[in-house]
């Protein structure tokens, strides 16, 4: 019974007209439209760093990004030696149809202090801080953590890019849109961007940006580049700050906040947004845009409802048909965690979703 009032619920969703989510979907896919007719060969640029027992996770955030991208997609990917190998057997097997490539690199720091820098609060992640330095030729760039999802196209992130005014160097969403809950403006030792701080798990860069601005600092009266002011932050911060590199961002935006665009919290959705009550309230309009399942809440049972979505994209079967293999068994298995806070509200997690399946069969059909 229960299994077909799923499979009557997603058919009937699927007749609903395209406008069902009210104007300011129609003006967020007018701008992705402009924005991609006038970058149509652009291609898009995606950085993660893997080390310890990420690779699974990795693959996973890879293959959610394939799923629903439409311009062509480059990962570079930072991972420790040994995953290498694993790597390239698994992408080798990947269905790309030409829109996809991926490089393999090594896990680098500067010499002098590699070793510092490897074990600032987790294993590699202060990697991503050195990706405009190693990454010369690349313009621009999204960096993920390998915790993530993505529920729609990795474009629509990427055109924010074109929404960047002339100061703006980067976009991040907020650490927390509850201050009553929030980390940074509670146990915060050291200076933090805005009222709650930002979450660096999904980070947009316009890296030939980073790489020319002079950043102001409270080190010294004269401005340093990206390359001359990671280590002196370190040395200055590094008894006060608890989450690593993200808190060096932080400190960084705190300093120059007309440098930061900041994005809603549906484009970095974390069990901080459901756990003690919905708290994000584009969410709660549009659906998830990209999940984030910090906590390491893909693996455990505490968070139910970011497990289910992760196991359906991670079990997905490339070329299966996305609304009986993906859509309608995730639906069913949400419906499971409706005990829990963010059960209650795990509609979110579906909304977006399953716009993004509809109107990747829309373009589909069109291109026939």
Known sequence: ?????????????????????????????????YYMKTHPSEKMHLAVVACGERLEETVTMLRSAIIFSIKPLQFHIFAEDQL???????????????????????????????????????????????????????????????????LRPVDDIWSFLGKFNSTQIAAMAPEHEEPRIGWYNRFARHPYYGVTGINSGVMLMNMTRMRRKYFKNDMTPVRLQWGEILMPLLKKYKLNITWGDQDLLNIMFFHNPESLYVFPCQWNYRPDHCIYGSNCKEAEEEGIFILHGNRGVYHDDKQPTFRAVYEAIKNYSFGDDLVHSLLQPLE?????????????VYKVFIKQLTKSIRDLYARRSKGR
């Open 332 to 344: 069913l298995e949400l419906r499971k965690t409706m005990h829990t806070y963010c059960g209650r």
């Open 84 to 150: 290498h190998e694993s790597f390239k057997d698994i992408l080798d097997d990947f269905p790309y149809e030409g829109k996809v490539n991926y490089t393999l690199y090594p896990i680098t720091f500067p010499t002098e202090s590699a070793a510092e820098w490897k074990k600032l609060f987790k294993p590699c992640a202060s990697q991503r801080l050195f990706l405009p330095l190693i990454l010369k030729n690349v313009d621009s760039l999204l960096y993920v953590d390998t915790d993530i999802l993505f």
């Open 1 to 33: 019974r229960c299994k077909n009032l799923s499979v009557s619920f997603w058919n009937s969703y699927w007749m609903l007209p395209s406008d069902v989510c009210g104007m300011n979907c129609f003006w967020e896919a007018a701008f992705r439209y």
